[in-house]
T-cell receptor, first 114, second 110 residues
Framework: GNSVTQMEGPVTLSEEAFLTINCTYT??????LFWYVQYPGEGLQLLLKATKADDKGSNKGFEATYRKETTSFHLEKGSVQVSDSAVYFCALRVGGGGADGLTFGKGTHLIIQP | DGGITQSPKYLFRKEGQNVTLSCEQN?????MYWYRQDPGQGLRLIYYSQIVNDFQKGDIAEGYSVSREKKESFPLTVTSAQKNPTAFYLC?????????FGPGTRLTVT
């Protein structure tokens, strides 16, 4: 089956530090990969995505590269801010029809201290 | 503004009662989904619907039911058969490969 593994949290960093949140996956087919962000008490917002190998998704200073050879999609940001504090979910979907739901990792709680 | 609305934001029920969570979208998306979120568990798929009058079970459908009578609406009923219903419930819809989420309903059953 499909699964997503991401690093356990919470991850605590100081403002302006470099961020990496690891994500690896297993999939029965050729997946599209996503990072979602969830602020306290809210739904999920799509942060970035990549649909094929070597694609780089980027948004709001975050980026992640689809690495088929290592089945990974690590999230990075060069300089984090307090406002980046949230829970980050890595997810995948196999197939382009949109029929099935996403498979999510368990989420990584990121805490940025001033 | 286009989007997904879920109501209410907080819901409290007594054990043994059925409860229905609302999800409405004005994005003209065909596919809609319900997920359950528990602390440290990520999101798990309950039900999904690709078109009106059709829906499919997800990974944890037991104790839940849905209907899809209109494209815009996909209500979820948490029945008394659901053994551990207290959770955060998220509704989503899909355009292409991207899913868009509502703000969620936090259900507490005591």
């Amino acid at each position: 089956g499909n699964s997503v593994t991401q690093m356990e949290g919470p991850v605590t960093l100081s403002e302006e530090a470099f961020l990496t949140i690891n994500c690896t996956y297993t999939a029965t087919g050729y997946p599209s990969l996503f990072w979602y962000v969830q602020y306290p008490g809210e739904g999920l917002q799509l942060l970035l995505k990549a649909t094929k190998a070597d694609d780089k998704g980027s948004n709001k200073g975050f980026e992640a590269t689809y690495r088929k050879e290592t089945t990974s999609f690590h999230l990075e940001k060069g300089s984090v801010q307090v406002s980046d504090s949230a829970v980050y979910f890595c997810a995948l979907r196999v197939g382009g029809g949109g029929a099935d739901g996403l498979t999510f990792g368990k989420g990584t709680h990121l805490i940025i201290q001033p | 503004d286009g989007g997904i609305t879920q109501s209410p934001k907080y819901l409290f029920r007594k054990e043994g009662q059925n409860v229905t969570l609302s999800c409405e979208q004005n994005l003209n998306h065909d596919a809609m989904y319900w997920y359950r979120q528990d602390p440290g568990q990520g999101l798990r798929l309950i039900y999904y619907s690709q078109i009106v009058n059709d829906f499919q079970k997800g990974d944890i459908a037991e104790g839940y039911s849905v209907s899809r009578e209109k494209k815009e609406s996909f209500p979820l009923t948490v029945t008394s058969a659901q053994k551990n219903p207290t959770a955060f419930y998220l509704c989503a819809s899909t355009r292409g490969t991207e899913q868009y989420f509502g703000p969620g309903t936090r259900l507490t059953v005591t």
